[in-house]
């Protein structure tokens, strides 16, 4: 059987692509393994762009869709960072979250302790870095722990 020629970078680009949207750095890292020089790569995703296959938006609010039911705005905004999207577009994917924490923080609470209020220091501690280590911010995690939050009363 005849060997195949290996993929173009921009076939290779593309087969990535169409399985999940990435940020431009991580395809940049996986792309870099079967490029000749760093221009070359920078040029295809430049034109990735403006062709609209790349987008760091898409990947943003594609990856904070999938994680916020598990995941609180503090733990999806340090993934979007360590990936390099831009500030703009991780201001805005925060404040989308912020407004959600709430109640989304009391989901994970509920299903993971039956919203028991705990009375025990030991066992509200151990509520409390639950949903701190979910990435919930502390003063989100207090009112769910507390007991001073529940989703059916207004705000």
Do not use: C
Request: zero cysteines; a positive charge.
């Amino acid at each position: 059987m005849p060997k195949r020629p290996a993929p173009s970078l921009m076939g290779r680009a593309l087969r990535y692509l169409s399985r999940r949207e990435h940020s431009r750095q991580e395809l940049r890292k996986k792309l870099l393994v079967y490029a000749e020089t760093e221009d070359e790569v920078d040029e295809l995703l430049i034109k990735l762009e403006k062709q609209s296959w790349l987008s760091d938006q898409r990947y943003a609010e594609g990856l904070a869709r999938r994680k916020s039911d598990r995941y609180g705005s503090l733990k999806i905004i340090d993934e979007l960072k360590q990936q390099s999207v831009d500030a703009h577009t991780v201001s805005k994917i925060k404040e989308e979250l912020k407004q959600s924490d709430l109640n989304r923080a009391w989901s994970l609470w509920d299903r993971k302790f039956s919203s028991a209020v705990a009375s025990e220091p030991k066992e509200r501690a151990k509520q409390m870095r639950y949903l701190v280590s979910k990435g919930f911010p502390l003063d989100v995690v207090s009112k769910v722990i507390s007991g001073r939050y529940s989703p059916n009363q207004d705000l």
